[in-house]
T-cell receptor, first 114, second 115 residues
Framework: GNSVTQMEGPVTLSEEAFLTINCTYTATGYPSLFWYVQYPGEGLQLLLKATKADDKGSNKGFEATYRKETTSFHLEKGSVQVSDSAVYFC?????????????FGKGTHLIIQP | NAGVMQNPRHLVRRRGQEARLRCSPMKGHSHVYWYRQLPEEGLKFMVY????????ESGMPKERFSAEFPKEGPSILRIQQVVRGDSAAYFC?????????????FGPGTRLTVT
């Protein structure tokens, strides 16, 4: 079946630090990959996505590249802000795997200190 | 354009009662997904519905849980005879297309507490 593994949190960084959150996946078919962000008390918002190998998704200074050879989709940002504090979820959807829903990692809680 | 709406936001039920969670998708969206977020776990897919049809319920528990998306009105996730293990956040998402590369838009969730 499909699965997503991402680094456990919480991850605590100082403002303006470089961020990497690792994400690897297993999939039956050829999935599309997503990063979602969840702020306290809210639902998930799409941060970025990539639908084929070597695609780079980017938004709000965040980037992730679809690496088929390493089955990875690591999230990066060059300089984090306090407002980036949230829970980040890596996810995939794989029509070849049968289910129509997203498969999520467990989430990484990011805390940015001023 | 209003986003995905869920109500209630918080629901408290005693063991053995029924819980009904409602989801109104974004305007123009006819595809609805339900997910459950248990403590210390990630979100798990439960069911995918289109208007009047259940398309994929591979993530639904076999007993006590049901879902519908009628021609008119919101989608409903129904949990009969709730137990403490049903305490979780339930999220609904919607999409205009059934395409794996298309975004699902999430609601704010319903937090169910079973006492």
């Amino acid at each position: 079946g499909n699965s997503v593994t991402q680094m456990e949190g919480p991850v605590t960084l100082s403002e303006e630090a470089f961020l990497t959150i690792n994400c690897t996946y297993t999939a039956t078919g050829y999935p599309s990959l997503f990063w979602y962000v969840q702020y306290p008390g809210e639902g998930l918002q799409l941060l970025l996505k990539a639908t084929k190998a070597d695609d780079k998704g980017s938004n709000k200074g965040f980037e992730a590249t679809y690496r088929k050879e390493t089955t990875s989709f690591h999230l990066e940002k060059g300089s984090v802000q306090v407002s980036d504090s949230a829970v980040y979820f890596c996810a995939l959807i794989d029509s070849g795997g049968g289910a129509d829903g997203l498969t999520f990692g467990k989430g990484t809680h990011l805390i940015i200190q001023p | 354009n209003a986003g995905v709406m869920q109500n209630p936001r918080h629901l408290v039920r005693r063991r053995g009662q029924e819980a009904r969670l409602r989801c109104s998708p974004m305007k123009g969206h006819s595809h609805v997904y339900w997910y459950r977020q248990l403590p210390e776990e990630g979100l798990k897919f439960m069911v995918y519905l289109q208007k009047e049809n259940i398309i994929d319920e591979s993530g639904m528990p076999k007993e006590r849980f049901s879902a519908e998306f009628p021609k008119e009105g919101p989608s409903i996730l129904r949990i009969q005879q709730v137990v403490r293990g049903d305490s979780a956040a339930y999220f609904c998402a919607s999409s205009p297309f059934r395409r794996e590369d298309y975004e699902q838009y999430f609601g704010p969730g319903t937090r169910l507490t079973v006492t």
